[in-house]
């Protein structure tokens, strides 16, 4: 392999990993844009999407297709409820009191996942075939293209719901200035709930399209959900565009770290890249200083 495909292999690699954080991301952003929390549950939601797909298959034999639906509708019924039973009692709670309260959830999450499923790592079967795709010499699996597709049809839909949709502005509006959006008849908890819900769809979804190539187990969460983190924050904790850019260039950068210094480093450069963020431009390469919200 010449140096050009060598380089179009890892750029490949790296929009792919790229797509799953940046999916991770929008999980952290919705909720943050309408609450003003940081999730540091989210990893847990993208564990919960995989391994939930690979027990009903298992289990109770079901086709893949219901087994896929029917784990994002159980994560996101486990996302409801940590906002009912978690958050939503300390509404008024200062933000790190709930920031800790998501953490305690996330060590709640995977130690029941442990106990449910132990500590075995699952695969779950690829959506369509293995045979590896060749493009200018470069490798890539069919997988890969579902978790691109998959991205690009979230990102199309979220910016439809929260720009054309009437509960997509009334979130908006909430995140925004909740008190203003109560007194023209916004019901605000509903909203706060919806955010939830739907961070934790995302993030189910996210664990479910990259449990093919990963597999996936108890702990997955926790990596992942701090890569998401990360691309959250290059992106300026916006919803919109900037997350995505910074799922991608985090993905990049990865994977052309892993290609050319060592892949002991992989999950190490995405931190550096946080540290440098936080230092040099707080408000991320996308944001502002008045951050563009969804």
Known sequence: MDNFQQL??????????GAI???IGFGFAIIYNSTGIINFAQGEF??????LTIFFLSVFQMPLVPAILLAIVVSTGVGILFERL???PLKDAQPFSLIIITIGASIFLRGAAMLIWGKDTHALPAFSSNDPLYIAGATILPQHLWILGVTVLIIIASRIFFNYSVV????????????????????VKSMVLLSFALS???GSLAGIIIAPLTMTSYDVGAMLGLKGFCAVIIGGMSSGMGT?????????????GAGYIS?????????????????????GLFGSKETERF
């Open 244 to 256: 995505v850019f910074g799922g991608l260039l985090l993905g990049l950068l990865e994977s052309l």
């Open 168 to 187: 997509g502005k009334a979130m908006r509006a909430c995140s925004y200035n909740p008190r203003a959006a109560g007194l023209v008849g916004i019901n």
């Open 46 to 51: 993208v564990m919960l999407g995989g391994m």
């Open 8 to 17: 179009f292999q890892y750029i490949l690699t790296g929009l792919s990993n």
């Open 263 to 283: 892949a002991s480093y992989k999950d190490a450069i995405a931190f550096i890249i946080l540290l440098l963020i936080l230092f040099i431009r707080p408000e």
């Open 86 to 88: 978690a958050i939503r």
């Open 200 to 202: 934790s769809a995302i």
């Open 21 to 23: 954080y940046a999916l």
